[in-house]
């Protein structure tokens, strides 16, 4: 099992920018992917951005693609995304995820361990 523990999150205007951590401890996931998640008050759990632990290789949503990146630091097991333009519609809690397989990542289904999440407020 992997510990995911998110960091960052916060209060922040429209426009600003916020970097959110996710530290991994546990078994070695260096084969695996991480992705970010996000669920706002009433509305189901959002695919926000994966990355390829292996490659880097990274995907988006496109409803941030353009204003967020997703990246990592293998040295310090730790996924970080950083967020900029930030507009109201982002506001949300923000879950990073770990995953065994390489295949619809943009799929909550497909992840096997989940951080406890981090709130994220965009003001107008």
Known sequence: QVQLVESGGGLVQAG????????????RFSSYAMGWFRQAPGKEREFVAFIIWSTGSTYYADSVKGRFTISKDNAKNTMYLQMNSLKPEDT????????????????????????????????S
Request: net charge positive.
């Open 16 to 27: 600003g920018s916020l970097r959110l951590s996710c530290a991994a401890s546990g078994r």
């Open 92 to 123: 949300a809690v923000y879950y990073c995820a770990a995953s065994g397989t390489y295949y619809s990542l943009t799929s909550p289904q497909r992840y096997d361990d989940w951080g406890q999440g981090t709130q994220v407020t965009v003001s």
